[in-house]
Every structure is written in C-alpha cells, then in structure tokens.
C-alpha cells in the first residue's frame, strides 16, 4: 500500500532549485559566415558586446554543423530546428528545379508574395521548411501569447528563425526596405510601417565606408588583387555607397547591406520591433531573432582576412553590445533575459591567399566543370543528357535521360565516376549508392545527413581541402564539410546560464534543444541534438 511520507517530499522540495520561470526575453543572435576561428583570431582585439559575451557567458568555441554543405539557409535552419538537412528539407540557398531545369530559392511560394516590394522569384514562406522550430514551439507552447519577432538582412535567415508560426521581416535590396511575404501577415505592423517612411538606409547614400580603428589596427594589406570590387565599393578603404548612382536606389541599397554600416540599421530596426511589439514586458516569454548578413557579404566580396572583414568584427562587436542592452532594458535586466549567439557557417581563405602562402589551394569553377561533365557524359550515351552543378550537388537532366532511352542509374553513377577522377574532387557519390557506400574517410556520413530526395543533386561531391567552389574570379565561398567551413561559436549568456569556456565540441543541433530547455518547453519535434546541460546551471 502506498504511503506518502509528507515530510521527505517537503524536504526534497527545498533541496531542489525551484522551477524557474522561464527569461522573459530571449535573444537569438545569428552572425551570418562567423566562423570559428575568425572569431577566436578577433577576439584579443575585440572590446564590446561580442568580446563582453565570450568572456561572461557560457562559451563553447567549436559547434560543428554535422552535413556536408554549410550554407546560410539550411544553417539558419538547423539552429531554429535542431534538425540536420535531411529532417528539415532546407538543402542549400538554391536548388535546381527539376521541372525547369533552372535554379531557384529554396523558400519560393508564388501563392504568398512579396509584401511591399516587386514580385519576385525569391524567398518569401517557410512553406519548403519540414521540421518545427524553436519559435514554433514557443507560440505553441504559450498558446500563441508568446511572440517570435525575426530580423534579418536575408530572407531566407529570417524565415527559418520565425519559422511558421512567428513573423519574419527582412531587408529587400530592391527597396531599401525592411518587407514580408504574405504568408506572415496581409499588411505590415504600424511599428515597422514608421519605421520604413523615414526611408533608413537613405542617410547614409552620402557617407563612405571608413575603417573604424587608426590604420595600425589591422593586420596584412588593405589592397589585394582577388577582392571584388562589386557595387562600386572598390578594394580599398574608403568605400563609397552610392552603388554607382546620382541617387538612393536598388544599387546603393546593395552596396550599403554588402558594408557592416547595415549592422547599425539591424539593431535600429530591432528597437522598432522591441517597443512596437512590447518584446519582454511580461511573464510570457517572447524571442527576438536578428542575423546579422552584412559579415557574409563582406567575407564572400574580400574574404575572412582582409582588412574590411577585420573591420566589419570591431563593427559587429559594438552593434552586439548595442543590441543586448536593448534587450536587457526590454526584459527589465538581465536576470530576465537570455541571450543567444552563434552563426551559419564558417568560411574558406581567398583560395589565392592560401596559395601565395604555400598551400593546395585552388578555385574551382562549378560552370566549366558542369560543361565538361555533360560532355562526357554525352559521350558516353549520346543524346541529350546536361549536368547542373550546384555547390556540391549535380542534377542530371536533358531529353535522353528524362525520356527514359537510357538507365538513370547508369548516368548517376557514370557521373559519379568521372567527377571522382577530377584532380580537385576527393569523393563523388550517385545518390543510388549514397547509403550503401563504405565511409571510409567521414565523408559520406555528412553528406547523407544533407541529403533529402527531391531537392538535392543526383551525384554529390567533396571537393579537396583548401579547394573553393566559386563562378567568380575574385573572393571566396562556403559550403564544405571541412573545419573553416563547418566550426562556428556558440555563446549562452543570461538567466538560468553558468558561465564558463566549454572547449568540448559539440553539434548545431544542440542549440535549439537549449534554448527550449531554458525556456521551459519541449523539445522542437523533429530535433537531433540535446540541450546542453552542462551549461544551464545547477539542476537545469
């Protein structure tokens, strides 16, 4: 017979830390191409928020993205899921449309337009996003009186941080805008409607990109010869912004989200979403997501080493510190308020820097190596065959092979041969074969985890280390399963955090697990990892 014994269970309550509420406020922060060890090379040099998080929070240097292809979409994704590509559906930035044969976004909904700017074949739904997310979770979880607010310069960064069930605005290039789709809202909220009138990226048509410390502050040179000069921003400091124009337009807007002084406009833009929201005014937990983009097109345009990225870390290092304390004063201190930091992938050297420095570098061009692939494979079967490459994906497609005259299997796997034998490619695989093949170098298991059928290639590939897949002539690219690539930071800071430098790697989809573990919820449904417990204080 069961007896309960009042004062073992009384005390047993007071042994144990109470319940707590979960933070009022909790601000997810994602830094677009932040790799590791740009961050850790940075950091002695660093003075503000960033370096502010790094030493005072839970800090774990090495989270690894466990698929083949780290790239800005499926990366977003897998932080707001906890989920690998083959869960969450979220591939690449573009797939190509098998229908088609053309490349689009990855986020495409022709039934949710664009609101506020011109119809477009960019990304505007979360409608190709499989897994639930943390936001999704939230408003669930609060029976929809939680808000989930996301913000970002991408929209396909914004989209999976809101997920389906919170509110995605992101900067459109088009515009100068910050825009929607319809699958969010019918018309955009009063706050960011004030917001978007005083027409923010317009003041700074007129102002240069100058370096923000005395020219003793950055290593190496300013002018190197493989740094794009898009936009009419030039290689060296300072750069314009005008874009080439007379006049604020789609050109200066690029050129000034391309510079880190968008960052500023990031965290104005989230100060209209805290006070026109009410973000973090009551016991209900509400989460404000900002990615900030301008660090990765800085890194695509001059890469990881040049002085405008080191530039653009001292810029992010203040807009982070501007960033938290307009949180904290949202969610009425720190004690109730969480604070999130990580990134979407990593990034390669300029393959050229690498080279002059003696290493096995070389740029690979995806365009000349699809129009050798379809010629050899024409070649060999004749007919109308075409190879597509995308990133480390080959889509197979023509008449010959659609119409069923020659073996799919066959192409896949003739295809898979011939790339392997390319001097810059370390391992091919034909989809066939993807989960039979032996793996013996680690390679294959990262790319079966960014599989999913449908959306991605036919054959898939690894190129060498130190090897960057890039159609330009000039800066560099993301998107391999290598370290530079794959390690980005991950920093905890706030309520129910213990601080501290945890030097263990872990996994990506370990973030949203912790972040719902600190809020109270369970687990987004379709999550891989674990929250990370170690760094949620006693008994959490």
Same mark, same amino acid.
């Given at each position: 017979?069961?007896?309960?014994?009042?004062?073992?269970?009384?005390?047993?309550?007071?042994?144990?830390?109470?319940?707590?509420?979960?933070?009022?406020?909790?601000?997810?922060?994602?830094?677009?191409?932040?790799?590791?060890?740009?961050?850790?090379?940075?950091?002695?040099?660093?003075?503000?928020?960033?370096?502010?998080?790094?030493?005072?929070?839970?800090?774990?240097?090495?989270?690894?993205?466990?698929?083949?292809?780290?790239?800005?979409?499926?990366?977003?994704?897998?932080?707001?899921?906890?989920?690998?590509?083959?869960?969450?559906?979220?591939?690449?930035?573009?797939?190509?449309?098998?229908?088609?044969?053309?490349?689009?976004?990855?986020?495409?909904?022709?039934?949710?337009?664009?609101?506020?700017?011109?119809?477009?074949?960019?990304?505007?739904?979360?409608?190709?996003?499989?897994?639930?997310?943390?936001?999704?979770?939230?408003?669930?979880?609060?029976?929809?009186?939680?808000?989930?607010?996301?913000?970002?310069?991408?929209?396909?960064?914004?989209?999976?941080?809101?997920?389906?069930?919170?509110?995605?605005?992101?900067?459109?290039?088009?515009?100068?805008?910050?825009?929607?789709?319809?699958?969010?809202?019918?018309?955009?909220?009063?706050?960011?409607?004030?917001?978007?009138?005083?027409?923010?990226?317009?003041?700074?048509?007129?102002?240069?990109?100058?370096?923000?410390?005395?020219?003793?502050?950055?290593?190496?040179?300013?002018?190197?010869?493989?740094?794009?000069?898009?936009?009419?921003?030039?290689?060296?400091?300072?750069?314009?912004?005008?874009?080439?124009?007379?006049?604020?337009?789609?050109?200066?807007?690029?050129?000034?989200?391309?510079?880190?002084?968008?960052? +500023? =406009?990031?965290?104005? &833009?989230? !100060? #209209? $979403?805290?006070?026109?929201? *009410? @973000?973090?005014?009551?016991?209900?937990? %509400?989460?404000?997501?900002?990615?900030?983009?301008?660090?990765?097109?800085?890194?695509?345009?001059?890469?990881?080493?040049?002085?405008?990225?080191?530039?653009?870390?001292?810029?992010?290092?203040?807009?982070?510190? +501007? =960033?938290?304390?307009? &949180?904290? !004063? #949202? $969610?009425?201190?720190?004690? *109730? @308020?969480?604070?999130?930091?990580?990134? %979407?992938?990593?990034?390669?050297?300029?393959?050229?820097?690498?080279?002059?420095?003696?290493?096995?570098?070389?740029?690979?061009?995806?365009?000349?190596?699809?129009?050798?692939?379809?010629?050899?494979?024409?070649?060999?079967?004749?007919?109308?065959?075409?190879?597509?490459?995308?990133?480390?994906?080959?889509?197979?497609?023509?008449?010959?092979?659609?119409?069923?005259?020659?073996?799919?299997?066959?192409?896949?796997?003739?295809?898979?041969?011939?790339?392997?034998?390319?001097?810059?490619?370390?391992?091919?695989?034909?989809?066939?074969?993807?989960?039979?093949?032996?793996?013996?170098?680690?390679?294959?298991?990262?790319?079966?985890?960014?599989?999913?059928?449908?959306?991605?290639?036919?054959?898939?590939?690894?190129?060498?280390?130190?090897?960057?897949?890039?159609?330009?002539?000039?800066?560099?690219?993301?998107?391999?399963?290598?370290?530079?690539?794959?390690?980005?930071?991950?920093?905890?800071?706030?309520?129910?955090?213990?601080?501290?430098?945890?030097?263990?790697?872990?996994?990506?989809?370990?973030?949203?697990?912790?972040?719902?573990?600190?809020?109270?919820?369970?687990?987004?449904?379709?999550?891989?990892?674990?929250?990370?417990?170690?760094?949620?204080?006693?008994?959490?």
């Amino acid at each position: 017979m069961f007896r309960f014994r009042a004062l073992p269970f009384l005390l047993l309550l007071i042994t144990l830390p109470a319940l707590a509420k979960p933070p009022r406020l909790t601000l997810f922060i994602t830094v677009d191409a932040l790799g590791s060890d740009l961050l850790l090379r940075t950091r002695p040099r660093l003075k503000g928020g960033l370096r502010q998080l790094t030493d005072s929070g839970a800090f774990y240097p090495y989270a690894r993205y466990d698929y083949a292809k780290p790239r800005t979409a499926p990366g977003h994704a897998t932080l707001a899921t906890g989920a690998n590509p083959w869960r969450h559906g979220i591939v690449d930035n573009r797939i190509i449309n098998r229908a088609t044969g053309k490349p689009e976004r990855v986020f495409p909904d022709p039934s949710h337009p664009v609101l506020e700017a011109p119809l477009s074949q960019e990304d505007v739904s979360p409608a190709n996003l499989l897994a639930e997310t943390v936001a999704d979770k939230l408003r669930l979880a609060t029976q929809e009186q939680g808000k989930a607010i996301a913000l970002s310069g991408k929209a396909r960064s914004a989209i999976p941080l809101a997920g389906r069930l919170g509110q995605a605005y992101w900067y459109d290039e088009t515009v100068g805008k910050f825009v929607t789709g319809t699958w969010y809202t019918k018309e955009l909220p009063g706050w960011l409607k004030t917001f978007n009138a005083a027409n923010p990226p317009d003041a700074w048509f007129s102002k240069t990109w100058e370096p923000l410390l005395p020219r003793t502050g950055y290593m190496g040179e300013d002018d190197r010869s493989y740094e794009g000069e898009f936009y009419g921003l030039g290689r060296t400091f300072p750069h314009p912004l005008t874009g080439g124009l007379t006049a604020p337009g789609p050109l200066s807007y690029s050129a000034f989200a391309i510079s880190p002084l968008s960052l +500023d =406009l990031m965290v104005k &833009a989230a !100060r #209209a $979403a805290i006070e026109g929201e *009410n @973000l973090g005014k009551d016991e209900v937990p %509400d989460l404000l997501a900002v990615s900030f983009s301008a660090t990765d097109r800085v890194f695509h345009q001059y890469g990881p080493n040049s002085w405008e990225m080191q530039d653009t870390l001292y810029r992010l290092d203040k807009a982070v510190g +501007d =960033l938290v304390a307009l &949180a904290e !004063r #949202a $969610a009425g201190g720190r004690a *109730n @308020l969480l604070v999130v930091l990580t990134a %979407d992938h990593g990034g390669a050297a300029v393959p050229e820097q690498w080279a002059a420095s003696g290493v096995a570098a070389e740029r690979v061009n995806p365009a000349a190596l699809s129009k050798r692939l379809t010629e050899a494979l024409r070649a060999q079967f004749g007919g109308d065959i075409t190879a597509t490459i995308e990133e480390l994906d080959v889509y197979l497609g023509g008449k010959t092979l659609e119409g069923g005259k020659v073996d799919g299997a066959a192409v896949r796997r003739a295809a898979a041969t011939w790339l392997a034998k390319q001097p810059a490619v370390t391992l091919a695989v034909a989809s066939d074969d993807l989960y039979t093949m032996p793996d013996v170098a680690g390679l294959v298991a990262p790319l079966r985890r960014g599989y999913f059928p449908g959306r991605s290639g036919d054959v898939l590939f690894v190129v060498k280390p130190f090897h960057v897949i890039s159609t330009e002539s000039v800066g560099t690219n993301h998107g391999t399963p290598y370290a530079y690539d794959q390690l980005v930071p991950l920093i905890l800071a706030g309520k129910g955090v213990r601080p501290g430098t945890y030097m263990r790697e872990i996994s990506t989809t370990d973030v949203a697990p912790t972040v719902a573990a600190a809020l109270e919820m369970g687990l987004p449904s379709s999550a891989e990892g674990e929250p990370r417990y170690e760094a949620l204080g006693a008994g959490r």
